[in-house]
Nanobody, 122 residues
Framework: QVELVESGGGLVQAGGSLRLSCAASGITFSTYAMGWFRQAPGKERKFVASTSWSGGSTYYTDSVKGRFTISRDNAKNTVYLQMNSLKPEDTAVYYC???????????????WGQGTQVTVSS
């Protein structure tokens, strides 16, 4: 049984930081691409960041480049999203995603977490 458990969300003021974590079980973590999508109220779910199976390749949506950093620890089966200089428009539910295609994630990726709320106040 595959499980992705996110943590680290919360309420923060604009300009602040949060670090999301996603602990995975039930998959061969070191062979999976991992990443994050987010969904703001009333909007579609959108890609945020991803890392290849080795961590050697990372991708970001333009709006978070230079502010967010994705990383993974294959020994701990965990992927992280360090979010700095947060803006109110970053407010959303953030979903952890796992894909056996080790190079990237997409809306059709196999496994999704339950989501964690991030709220940035102005």
């Amino acid at each position: 049984q595959v499980e992705l458990v996110e943590s680290g969300g919360g309420l923060v003021q604009a300009g602040g930081s949060l670090r999301l974590s996603c602990a995975a079980s039930g998959i061969t973590f070191s062979t999976y691409a991992m990443g994050w999508f987010r969904q703001a109220p009333g909007k579609e779910r959108k890609f945020v960041a991803s890392t290849s199976w080795s961590g050697g390749s990372t991708y970001y949506t333009d709006s978070v480049k230079g502010r967010f950093t994705i990383s993974r620890d294959n020994a701990k089966n965990t992927v992280y999203l360090q979010m700095n200089s947060l803006k109110p428009e970053d407010t959303a539910v953030y979903y952890c995603v796992a894909d056996p295609k080790g190079w990237g994630i997409s809306r059709t990726s196999d496994y999704w977490g339950q989501g964690t709320q991030v709220t940035v106040s102005s």
